[in-house]
């Protein structure tokens, strides 16, 4: 065996061994952000797919980010699974923005936050 071979299945017997397997060799962030609360694998307790997801075509893409090594075959996976996250509305995406403005002279009550805390109940848009 070659030693990429010898390594790269060292590296797989050390995921499989894992109880968190499910991001030892995907790329990018979406394998901690994203795999790991849909993989039907890593349900409570061996993960934080707390919803227990299950969506056997969403494993099997996982399975290619994890296990293949060629970075254009992981990325065709990622993409496949991001476009099936985005189409199935699996998650609600809020934009984090830390400081949040309200530009309109119609929006009242608005207060600038000096912390991370903004506190949206007393603002509320007039009426034209």
Known sequence: MARPARIAAAVLGA????????PCLAQGTLRVALIRHLDSQLVA????????????????LFKVIRYNFDPEVQLGAIRKAHERFVNEALFLYV????????????????VQAQSWY???????VAAK
């Not at 227990?52 to 494993?59: Q, T």
């Not at 400081?99 to 009550?109: I, N, Y």
């Open 15 to 22: 995921c499989a061994a894992a109880a968190f397997a499910a």
């Open 45 to 60: 307790p061996r993960g934080t797919n707390w919803g227990y997801y299950s969506d056997p075509e969403l494993d099997t």
């Open 95 to 110: 934009a984090h923005d830390v400081g949040p403005r309200a530009l309109s002279p119609r929006v009242k009550g608005f």
């Open 118 to 124: 903004q506190d949206f109940s007393p603002v509320a």
